[in-house]
C-alpha cells in the first residue's frame, strides 16, 4: 500500500510522484517534502495501531514513513528510546515537568539512526548496495552500522576534525572512510560529486527527503509518550536543520491525522560558534555562510543543507531559536549526567543549556512541559568531555592514603 501522495517542492511548489527518482526539484534545485495521503490514513487507525503493535521499534510507525519494508528483513532496533522524567534537574531549575528523550540508547548511540534506517531500506527497495554521506560523525556512524546489519557498503566522508569516537564506529562497521582535508563543508562537496558519478543511494538528510521520514518519529514517540497530549515546548539542538524539520513534521502529520489538536513550540539551540539559523532569525535575513567554531562537533555546520525546513518548524509552531556558548554546553552535560545520569556528547548537551537559556528569556516557564531531546550519546566524543570533567583521585593502594583524602575532602565530595 503506498501511503505517500505525492512531493512537493518546498520553493516552487511543485508537485512529483512518489516514486520519482529526483532527490531535488527538476526546476529550481528546491529540497523536496514527503507528503503523506493523510485521507487514506485516517482509515487506518493509526493510533490503535501504534499502541497495539507488539513491534518496539520505529517500524510500528511503517504506514507513515512511506518507505516498504520487505518481509523478512530485520533491521537494527532503531526507536524507542527512553523519555524520562527529569525530576532532579527540573526541580534544580525551577521547572515543574522537565523530560529528557534520550537519543542515545538508539544502536549507534544517536538519533541519526532513524534516518540511516529508512536510507537501507530505499537503497533495497532500488536495488542499490551502496550508500554514501558526509556527516561530522553521527549521521556517518549510523548509516555504517545500519548498512553493516543488512549487508549494504557504506561510503563516508567525514572532516579531518572528525572525533576518534566516532571514527572508531565507521572502522568497526566495516564502511569506507573519506576522510577530507577540510570542514563538513569540504566534506559534504566531495560526497555529492562522488554520489552523483557513482550513482550511489544518497543518504544526506537535507537533499534525501525520505530521510526526515525517519527523523520525524522521534516526535511521533514522544506524543504517544505524553498518551498524545502533547508537551508544551520541545528543545533540540541544531547544526543542518534535518533533525528540528523531522520533529515539526512528525506533530504536523499527528496534527492532519486528527491525533493530536497541537503542535508544541519548537526551540531550537546553535553553539555561538556556528549559528548561522540564530543570526538569520534575529537579522531576518537569509542565511549565511560561516566559520565551524565550536567543540560541538554534531551541529558544527556553517552552510545548512536544510533550512527552509528548519526555520519553518520554529516559525510555524511559535518557537523561537538560541545561542549557547561551548562553556554552556559542557556545563549542561556535566550537569545533566549528575543529575539524570545521562551522559550527553556536546552537540546533545546544547539542549539542555538552550532549555536553561529560554527559562531565563521567558521563553519557558515553570509550569510548562518541556521536552528536550538528546540527540548523541557521550561515548561518541569522549576526548572533549574529559577536557570538561574533573580528573580521576590518583592514589596509592594505601587505605590510610584514601582515609586520609576523604577526610580532607569531605565537604567537596559530600555536596
Known amino acids: ?34 507528503i ?17 503493535s507488539p513491534r518496539k521499534d520505529i517500524w ?28 532532579k534537574l527540573g526541580s534544580l531549575l525551577g521547572l515543574f515537568h522537565l523530560y529528557v528523550k534520550d537519543e542515545g540508547l538508539n544502536p549507534t548511540q544517536s538519533l541519526k539512526d532513524r534516518a540511516s534506517v529508512v536510507a537501507c531500506l530505499q537503497a533495497i527497495e532500488s536495488k542499490k548496495n551502496v550508500i554514501a554521506c558526509a556527516s561530522t560523525g553521527n549521521a556517518a556512524s549510523s548509516l555504517a552500522g545500519n548498512a553493516a546489519k543488512l549487508g549494504l557498503k557504506a561510503v563516508i566522508f567525514v572532516p579531518s576534525r572528525a572525533p576518534a569516537g566516532k571514527l572508531a ?40 527527503p525520505y530521510l526526515i521520514e ?34 515539526y513534521k512528525g506533530f504536523v502529520d499527528l496534527v492532519q491525522l486528527g491525533i493530536t489538536n497541537k503542535i508544541p513550540r519548537i526551540i531550537g539551540v546553535q553553539a555561538a560558534g556556528c549559528n548561522p539559523f540564530v543570526r538569520a532569525f534575529l537579522s531576518k535575513r537569509p542565511l549565511e555562510a560561516m566559520a565551524e567554531n565550536t567543540l560541538a562537533d554534531s551541529i558544527a555546520v556553517g552552510i545548512p543543507r536544510n533550512p527552509f525546513k528548519a526555520m519553518r518548524a520554529v516559525f510555524e509552531s511559535g518557537g523561537t531559536w538560541l545561542s549557547v ?33 529560554a527559562m531565563e528569556k521567558g521563553f519557558i516557564q515553570k509550569e510548562d512541559h518541556v521536552v528536550c531531546i538528546s540527540t548523541g550519546n557521550g561515548l561518541k566524543d569522549t576526548k572533549t568531555a574529559l577536557e570538561a570533567l574533573k580528573r580521576p583521585v590518583d592514589l596509592k593502594n594505601d587505605f590510610h592514603q584514601l582515609l586520609d583524602y576523604i577526610t580532607e575532602n569531605k565537604g567537596e565530595l559530600l555536596s
Not at 36 to 48: F, V
Not at 216 to 243: H, M, N, R
Not at 340 to 347: D, K, L, T, Y
Request: neutral net charge.
Open 1 to 34: 500500500m503506498n501511503t505517500i501522495k505525492k512531493l512537493e517542492c518546498t520553493r516552487c511548489k511543485r508537485l512529483l510522484p512518489p516514486d520519482s527518482k529526483h532527490y531535488c526539484c527538476p526546476d529550481c534545485q528546491g529540497i523536496l517534502e514527503v
Open 36 to 52: 503523506p495521503d493523510y485521507p487514506l490514513l485516517k482509515t487506518k487507525n493509526l493510533k490503535a495501531l501504534w499502541t497495539t
Open 60 to 87: 510500528r510507525y511503517l504506514p507513515l514513513i512511506g518507505v516498504p519494508k520487505p518481509e523478512g528483513i530485520e533491521t537494527l532496533r532503531v526507536g524507542n528510546t527512553p523519555l524520562y522524567q527529569a525530576n
Open 169 to 208: 564506529q565507521l572502522l568497526a562497521y566495516d564502511a569506507l572512510v573519506i576522510r577530507v582535508d577540510g570542514d563538513y563543508q569540504a566534506a559534504f562537496s566531495l560526497s555529492e560529486k562522488a554520489i552523483a558519478h557513482f550513482g550511489w543511494l544518497n543518504r544526506n538528510a537535507a537533499i534525501n
Open 214 to 247: 525517519g527523523k520525524k518519529t522521534v516526535a511521533l514517540e514522544i506524543a504517544e509518550d505524553f498518551q498524545f497530549q502533547v508537551p508544551d515546548a520541545i528543545v533540540v539542538s541544531v547544526g543542518d536543520g534535518c533533525t528540528i524539520g523531522g520533529v
Open 325 to 357: 556558548s561551548d562553556t554552556q554546553i559542557l556545563d549542561a552535560m556535566k550537569l545533566l549526567g549528575k543529575t539524570e545520569g545521562i551522559f550527553s556528547e556536546p552537540a546533545a548537551a546544547a539542549s539542555i543549556a538552550g532549555m536553561i537559556q
